[in-house]
């Protein structure tokens, strides 16, 4: 089974701060994504890689980076958090067109 | 502009009846197609797919319908179960070469399943 995991299941940080969040999957897949999830608006690109040190923008990637040193971690970061980031992010991996997701992160900047 | 769209933010079905969960797009080069579900607090998981050159695919008591020429798809689920309630995320792809599968996301349709 394919396993994608991400650092916490829930985070609370204060703005301006620097927040990082990991994702790691184990089925060699080139491509990872993160997505950030809120009500009403579905699911929505934020940065996609498909190789290592390769990135490209989503449809939302105003505010965050991203870094993918190795094939398996991919890692979403928030440079200055801000409350409007308050959402679910969610990382995704595939080889083809079918994504497996992680369970999440719920980030609450305050 | 949004590209695929799922115009039911939800449904509410008896168990053991039909639910059908619909999804429009507008991008005529979306070449496959998949529907994820998603309970609170997790990760989606993957339910079902289709290629654009098929017109049906089915998976127990799951089956997807596509219909290209109204840039349709549908989702069918019979019979429905309590547990089936979840957000249905309906997702397209167009392939742009290499290995370049971004996925374009619908805003979701909660199912409730009422026993």
């Known amino acids: 089974d394919v396993k994608v995991t991400q650092s916490s299941r829930y985070l609370v940080k204060r703005t301006g701060e620097k927040v990082f969040l990991e994702c790691v999957q184990d089925?060699?897949?080139?491509?990872m994504f993160w997505y950030r999830q809120d009500p009403g608006l579905g699911l929505r690109l934020i940065y996609f890689s498909y190789d290592v040190k390769m990135k490209e923008k989503g449809d939302i990637p105003e505010g965050y980076s991203v870094s993918r040193e190795k094939k398996e971690r991919f890692s979403l970061i928030l440079e200055s958090a801000s409350t409007n980031q308050t959402s679910m992010y969610l990382c995704?991996?595939?080889?083809?067109?079918?994504?497996?997701f992680g369970p999440g992160t719920r980030l609450t900047v305050t | 502009d949004q590209q695929v769209k799922q115009n039911s933010p939800s449904l509410s079905v008896q168990e053991g009846r039909i639910s059908i969960l619909n999804c429009d797009y507008t991008?005529?080069?979306?070449?496959?197609f998949l529907w994820y579900k998603k309970y609170p607090a997790e990760g989606p998981t993957f339910l079902i797919s289709i290629s654009s050159i098929k017109d049906k695919n089915e998976d127990g008591r799951f089956t997807v319908f596509l219909n290209k020429s109204a840039k349709h798809l549908s989702l069918h689920i019979v019979p429905s179960q309590p547990g089936d309630s979840a957000v249905y995320f309906c997702a397209a792809s167009e392939f742009s070469g290499g290995s370049n599968y971004k996925l374009t996301f619908g805003k979701g349709t909660l199912l409730t399943v009422n026993p």
């Open positions: 995704a991996s595939s080889h083809g067109y079918e994504q497996y």
């Open positions: 089925m060699d897949h080139e491509n």
């Open positions: 991008n005529s080069m979306f070449d496959y």
